[in-house]
């Protein structure tokens, strides 16, 4: 009997739990918590962390899990590492669905860096107007440039300016082409980084950026233990043994 644990946070998280819903698959969405109003979904839903992976693995057993699909953000790299660990020690089949990562072309002037502090150091030494397209967590290290102005675009309000001189906007992706070149322009901005989460939700700022010529720092997504990963929506299903999104 199928009851899956779908870590989610992401477009396709919710993707995934609209087609769990609607072939009425036993499963559980669970939230990170880390903003105020996450999306509601068509599944049950938890918030919160597990506590680590003892404590996913006290879940997983005493809700019966089955099957665990890591739907995650790509950088959300602890979560994912405790689940790995959790499901190989519960013997618990996992898959990430994930994206596939963005891919530069040749217009593009991206700057591969592999951390935040590398992205923190590739900036320039002059002032400069720099969009920050990373989320809320990450922000402190930023603190060390502080001749640079900082426009951040955040989903919840923080409690406080998180550096020095910044600009605040709070909105929630996706995001278009034509609104992320209004921005661009608005606020005059000559650099962005970013994380490569891949998607079409965020890739906006990146076209913005080619259209204008305007340099990237393209943060690359952290180290994984091995792990199967799908990036269809059909396989997942497949996986779970619903095999009517094949065809069958």
């Known amino acids: 009997m199928t009851r899956a644990l779908l870590l989610g946070g992401t477009t396709e998280a919710s993707l995934l739990a609209r087609r769990l819903a609607e072939a009425c698959i036993d499963a559980v969405f669970s939230y990170a918590g880390r903003t105020e109003a996450p999306v509601a979904q068509p599944l049950p839903t938890r918030i919160g962390g597990f506590g680590g992976v003892a404590g ?18 790509p950088f959300a790299a602890q979560m994912s590492r405790n689940a790995i660990a959790a499901c190989a020690e519960a013997g618990v089949p996992m898959v990430a669905f994930e994206r596939p990562g963005w891919i530069a072309g040749p217009q593009d002037r991206w700057t591969h860096v592999p951390d935040m502090d590398a992205a923190v150091a590739a900036l320039p030494d002059t002032p400069a107007r720099v969009f920050l397209a990373i989320g809320k967590q990450n922000l402190a290290g930023f603190a060390a440039e502080p001749q640079h102005h900082y426009l951040l675009r955040l989903v919840d309000a923080p409690q406080a300016a998180p550096l020095p001189d910044c600009t605040i906007i709070l909105s929630r992706g996706p995001f278009s082409v034509a609104g992320d070149l209004a921005l661009l322009t608005t606020h005059r901005i000559s650099h962005i980084v970013a994380k490569n989460a891949g998607g079409s939700g965020a890739e906006a700022k990146l076209v913005a950026a080619r259209d204008l010529g305007l340099p990237v720092i393209l943060i690359d997504r952290p180290a994984l233990p091995s792990r199967a990963v799908l990036s269809d929506l059909a396989q997942v299903m497949a996986w779970l043994g619903h095999t009517a999104d094949l065809g069958v």
Request: charged fraction near 20%.
């Open 56 to 73: 996913l693995l006290d879940y997983l057993r005493a809700e019966q899990i089955s099957h665990v699909i890591d739907a995650t953000h």
